[in-house]
């Protein structure tokens, strides 16, 4: 929630200042944001995905980050040719509390476990057992 509401901070200071460096300042702020709200999502699928699917995990939850924001930019960019920018720039700051608010209380992010088991090596047919590690059939 915090990364959220620096975000939105930088993001509606952007939409209202009128110097470069003020602009600089906000920018600087919402990238703080950005780069806080991604590290909490890649550090909760790391800790709470099992070893075996942590790689998997991870790409695909930078795949639907990286997604998202290339949608989401064709989106916002729609708004702000027929709003303006620093009424979209508004918007989306707003949006983004709102949203991380919801998630919050919808989706709470429970304690990671750590205590993950292996995955089981794979049995064939006839009862042995194949695996990394194990020899190959000759």
Do not use: K
């Amino acid at each position: 929630l915090s990364s959220a509401v620096v975000w939105a901070a930088g993001t509606a200071l952007l939409a209202t200042v009128t110097h470069v460096w003020a602009a600089v300042a906000a920018l600087l702020l919402a990238g703080a944001g950005t780069m806080g709200t991604i590290n909490v999502l890649f550090s909760n699928y790391t800790l709470q995905l099992p070893s075996w699917m942590r790689g998997r995990g991870s790409a695909l939850a930078m795949l639907m980050v990286w997604l998202g924001a290339s949608v989401g930019a064709v989106a916002w960019g729609a708004v702000a040719s027929a709003a303006g920018v620093r009424s979209a720039l508004l918007a989306a700051a707003a949006a983004n509390l709102v949203v991380a608010l919801v998630a919050r209380v919808g989706l709470p992010v429970s304690v990671a476990r750590l205590d993950h088991e292996p995955l089981p090596p794979a049995q064939s047919a006839d009862g042995s057992v194949s695996g990394a590690g194990s020899a190959p059939a000759s």
